[in-house]
Each structure stands twice: as structure tokens, then as C-alpha cells.
């Protein structure tokens, strides 16, 4: 295996363990996970900071791009710090299941063969989606709106679950 592909995987793993999200959300509910995940994103932010001043550990993780930048993960806190107190428990859960095993699995596959991201991003969602407490068919349709954004020129980490929260609400409106 070679050495990118190896960084992709451990970048990943850490993006898949975003799932722990939906247990929180629905055991702890949204008021304490919203603080949870404000205070996370509010820590990442302080440790972001302190990473541009001083080279970490960390860096083995970042890409190119986000050394220079704002990482992926910054914009996945603020996401899911918006996300999270003023969207509905369903929409929150979708947008977890899309950024992180969506995008996650996307983004393992897109390195190996780039023609079959958009499978990898939809397969763990049909997966996922009937074992959650979640519209399917609303889920199902948000996770399809949210995969088009995946590897765009917007930062899909907040993309990703911004469309889908966004699409699910709008669907349980309209419906």
C-alpha cells in the first residue's frame, strides 16, 4: 500500500468516527450534543491555531492544501455546531451519515478508482439509512442531493452536510 493511500485511510478513519455523532444526538439529545459540539469545534479551532505557529504532529494528516488553509475539520465543526441546534434530530442524523460515511467511504474509494465515488458515497447511506430513526425516503433523497457535492470546488466538509440538512427539512416541509 502505498504511503498516500495509507495517510487517506487513517484521514478517513478519523472522518468515519464522526458517526459517534448520531448515537449522541440521539441518546444524549440535541441540546447537549449541540454544546458538545460547539465545544469541540471551539477546542479544534484553539489547536488550529496553535498548529500554524508551531508544526505538529497533525501534519502527517492534513493535505497540501489544508496546511496553508482551513483544514476539513474546522469546516465539518461548523457545520455540525450550525447543523445541529436548528435542524430537526432527522436532519442532523442525515447529514452525519453523509459527511461522515458518504464523503468518508467516497474519499478511501476516490483514490483507488475515481469512476466509483459516487457509489461509495450513496452505498453506506442506503445501508445506514433504514437502521436510523430517519424519514428513508427523505433521507434517501438528501443523501443523493449531498453526493453531487462531494469532491467539488466548495469545501464539501461543509457542503456535504449543510445540502443534506438543508434538503431533508425542505422535503419534511414540502411533504
Known amino acids: 500500500m502505498d504511503e498516500k493511500l495509507r495517510n487517506e ?3 478517513k478513519s478519523i472522518h468515519i468516527s464522526g458517526l459517534l455523532y448520531i448515537p ?3 441518546y444524549l439529545g ?3 450534543t449541540a454544546l458538545l459540539v460547539a465545544a469541540i469545534t471551539v477546542a479544534a479551532i484553539i ?3 496553535a498548529r500554524k505557529r508551531k508544526r505538529t504532529v497533525v501534519e502527517v494528516l492534513l493535505r497540501d492544501y489544508e496546511r496553508k ?3 476539513g475539520y474546522i469546516y465539518t465543526g461548523v457545520a455540525f455546531s450550525t ?3 436548528f435542524f430537526s434530530t432527522g436532519a442532523c442524523i442525515i447529514s452525519a451519515v453523509t459527511a461522515f460515511a458518504g464523503d468518508g467511504t467516497a474519499g478511501i474509494v476516490k483514490r483507488v478508482k475515481p469512476e466509483l465515488a459516487l457509489p461509495a458515497f450513496i452505498l453506506p447511506c442506503l445501508v ?3 437502521l436510523l430513526p430517519v424519514n428513508p425516503v427523505y433521507a434517501i433523497i438528501s443523501a443523493i442531493i449531498s453526493s453531487f457535492l462531494d469532491g467539488r470546488k466548495w469545501e ?3 457542503t456535504i452536510p449543510l445540502s443534506a440538512a438543508l434538503s431533508y427539512e425542505l422535503l419534511r416541509f414540502l411533504c
Open 156 to 158: 464539501d466538509n461543509l
Open 9 to 11: 485511510l487513517l484521514r
Open 24 to 26: 449522541s444526538i440521539i
Open 128 to 130: 445506514l439509512i433504514p
Open 83 to 85: 447543523i445541529t441546534p
Open 69 to 71: 488553509r482551513v483544514p
Open 30 to 32: 440535541k441540546d447537549i
Open 47 to 49: 489547536f488550529e491555531i
